[in-house]
């Protein structure tokens, strides 16, 4: 079963209720903050990977890993403090049948 991408990422967007670059009701105040949220990307993974053994005393396996993340099948954010990724909200891709339709949703799965 396919999850149609561009609507699974308005639904994140949704779902996460801010935009997560530029949106002035991220920082209030406007004044540069030393915390940046953007969308995870591909090449945050070793990061997030590093940051989940750190937090949760135990590693993610990149296998494990791609199995959640890889090809689509999830979406997260991620918060820098310089380059360095303090912290990762990820969520799974899931077809639902909310009110008798099928319908895409995302399940929350790692916080940290």
């Known amino acids: 079963m396919n999850v149609d991408n561009s609507r699974s990422q308005g639904l994140f967007q949704s779902f996460l209720s801010i935009k997560l ?42 296998l494990h890993w791609d199995w959640k993340y890889r090809n689509g099948r999830g979406e997260g954010v991620v918060v820098r403090h310089g380059d360095e990724v303090v912290a990762f909200y990820g969520a799974v891709k899931r077809r639902v049948m909310f009110r008798g339709e099928l319908t895409s949703t995302l399940q929350c799965v790692d916080t940290m």
């Open 21 to 62: 670059s530029g949106d002035k009701r991220v920082n209030r105040n406007l004044t540069p903050s030393r915390w940046q949220a953007a969308q995870a990307t591909p090449e945050d993974g070793a990061s997030i990977r590093a940051l989940f053994e750190k937090v949760f005393k135990h590693e993610m396996s990149l």
